[in-house]
């Protein structure tokens, strides 16, 4: 049996690929001028992250024109749950009770989100 891994992105790859996700697709370019808005960034460096991300199978890059187009070949919901999930085990020791506690202890939740927090805490009540 072939055991398939998600590869783990970088800090910086993980800034690309939020570029990615909110733009669906981009070149070079534009995800560079993006990253420039909160960074300094060069222009080859971003070039290289993004090749080696293609290497690594995290995006995907249409090269049929000048102009490479990468898109994102891992949704953000994966990879929001693949370190939420090295975060419980390594941090909380396993305990996503205590990851809920530590995040609502220390960040102040809206009145929206304390609605869904309830919502999802009622269905998970529900259902075992």
């Known amino acids: 049996m072939t055991n398939i891994r998600t590869p783990k992105p970088t800090e910086s790859e993980l800034e690309i690929l939020q570029v990615l996700w909110?733009?669906?697709?981009a070149s070079v370019r534009t995800?560079?001028?993006?990253?420039?808005k909160t960074k300094d960034?060069?222009?080859t460096t971003t070039l290289k992250l993004m090749q080696i991300m293609f290497e690594k199978g995290l995006v995907t890059?249409?090269?049929?024109?000048?102009?490479?187009i990468y898109q994102p070949a891992v949704s953000k919901e994966k990879t929001q749950k693949l370190f939420v999930n090295k975060m419980i085990d390594t941090l909380f020791a396993?305990?996503?009770a205590n990851l809920v506690l530590q995040a609502l202890?220390?960040?102040?939740?809206s009145k929206e989100e304390l609605n869904k927090i309830q919502e999802l805490i009622n269905?998970?009540?529900?259902?075992?």
Do not use: C, F, M, P
């Open 22 to 25: 909110n733009n669906k697709q």
């Open 31 to 36: 995800v560079h001028e993006v990253l420039l």
């Open 41 to 43: 960034a060069g222009y």
């Open 61 to 68: 890059r249409d090269d049929s024109n000048k102009t490479h």
């Open 94 to 96: 396993g305990s996503s």
């Open 105 to 109: 202890g220390g960040h102040e939740a």
């Open 123 to 128: 269905q998970l009540k529900k259902d075992k």
